[in-house]
């Protein structure tokens, strides 16, 4: 009986040494499996689906990146090209503007022959178109080579003084006929002007011939400095202004003559009416 029991443990004991070596056979077929699989995952890391996408996404945001770039030089680019059109857009309109001026100041001139209107257009235009607040504008009288004031702003015609040619400034721009302009610019005078020595002295002149002088002293206060467009109309004053002026004072004279030869002649003919013997 001792022996059956004995042998009933051996045959337990076999099969748990069985189970337990086949557990152990599956374990490290089981841990040959994990590091087979470890090992394939090692080796195919760099090819996974994530890391794909993430070089694909990084590629595609890299072609933005430099497109981007691409549009942001193609907008600068357009930005300075749009601010030179607005410049010169402003340069022709400006342009535009200076011939609109010369054209009235040139028509104001020319549009009729009367001597004072032609000079009252004058002082306009050096008002308005030039923004002078002081100056004189002095004509030749060619029996006494002077300059006599023949129209006035800022400044009482009687206070200002006949010039001699060649005398101070003006004297000697009428002599030579050449514009002058002063080298501390034109600024507001608060003070009464010296009227021998004028900031801008411009000639009037017909070819080589001058038949006056316009002095300028002071700008109104708005504005600061003479602008291109204020040569261009003392260019213009000193050509059309005084051939509208010679031309108009010509005429005005000649007019004068004209009527009063008429009024000599009416009194001839009413005179030899009355002495006429009656029949």
Known sequence: MESDIHGKSADEFFQMFRRGAE??????????????????????????????????????????????????????????????LLSKCSLV?????SLANLYIASYQLHSTLDFNEVLNSVVEIIINLIG???????????????????????????????????????????KTGESYFSDGG??????????????????????????????LYALFVQKTALSQIDYELFNLLAGHAATALFSSRLYTQSERKLTTIQNFLDLLKDKKRKTRIPR
């Open 23 to 84: 557990f152990t056979k599956n374990l490290i077929k089981e841990n040959e499996s994990l590091k087979s699989r470890v090992a394939k995952l090692e080796a195919g890391k760099g090819q996974s689906g994530d890391e794909k996408k993430i070089r694909l996404y990084e590629g595609k945001i890299r072609i933005i990146h430099d497109e981007f770039k691409a549009l942001l030089n193609r907008y600068k680019k357009t930005q300075e090209e749009n601010k030179d």
């Open 93 to 97: 309109q400006k342009e535009n503007n």
């Open 132 to 174: 002078a607040e002081t100056f004189v504008i002095f004509l030749m009288d060619d029996k006494t080579n002077v300059l006599l004031p023949a129209a006035s702003e800022g400044l009482r015609l009687g206070d200002v003084p006949r010039i001699v040619v060649g005398d101070g400034t003006i004297g000697k721009v009428a």
């Open 186 to 215: 034109v600024q507001r005078i608060d003070s009464e002007p010296d009227t021998l020595n004028p900031v801008v002295c411009i000639p009037l002149k017909i070819k080589e011939h001058v038949i006056g002088v316009i002095a």
